[in-house]
């Protein structure tokens, strides 16, 4: 092995240990916090670390998350994030598999996303919503295709 190759497969395990030590520490994280239900509806690791930044991002928007569109949106959030071809089948794939993770109806989830949507843009006190979108409350494929955007550039 070359000294090259020997400092890079170095580097490579510097990099993999920091990473897995933001991964713990995310996760301390989310055991501290009440934001996420125990009974979240996602299991491994990394989809759990997804759900945090996902929901600490609608947080900050000022979504409300008494809402049933507040985890919908969030479920849907994520699952576009692991496989975009969601976007653009949000009412034949992206609701019926929220409805089916949620155990209700697509129409249910789509109503809920829209209403979480509604009020977050008539209730916020900051113009972060406003400025996303220009003024205007956003559709429901707006808002969740801007929220893996913005997801990505994190």
Not at 4 to 20: C, F, P, V
Not at 33 to 39: G, K, L, M, W
Not at 44 to 67: K, P
Request: negative net charge.
């Amino acid at each position: 092995m070359t000294e090259n190759q020997k400092a890079l497969l170095n580097e490579m395990r510097e990099l993999n240990r920091r990473s897995n030590e933001v991964l713990e520490l995310l996760l301390q994280e989310f055991d501290k916090t009440d934001e996420i239900s125990q009974d979240t509806e996602f299991t491994n690791e990394a989809d759990r670390v997804d759900e945090i930044i996902v929901t600490r991002y609608l947080h900050e928007l000022g979504m409300m998350t008494h809402l049933k569109g507040f985890s919908y949106s969030r479920t849907a959030i994520i699952l576009c994030i692991k496989d975009r071809s969601y976007l653009t089948a949000i009412t034949t794939r992206l609701y019926p598999e929220v409805a089916e993770i949620h155990n209700t109806t697509p129409a249910k989830v789509e109503r809920a996303i829209r209403n979480a949507i509604e009020t977050l843009a008539r209730n916020t006190d900051s113009k972060k919503c406003y400025e996303l979108w220009e003024g205007r409350r956003p559709t429901n494929l707006e808002f969740l295709a801007r929220m893996v955007e913005k997801y990505e550039v994190m």
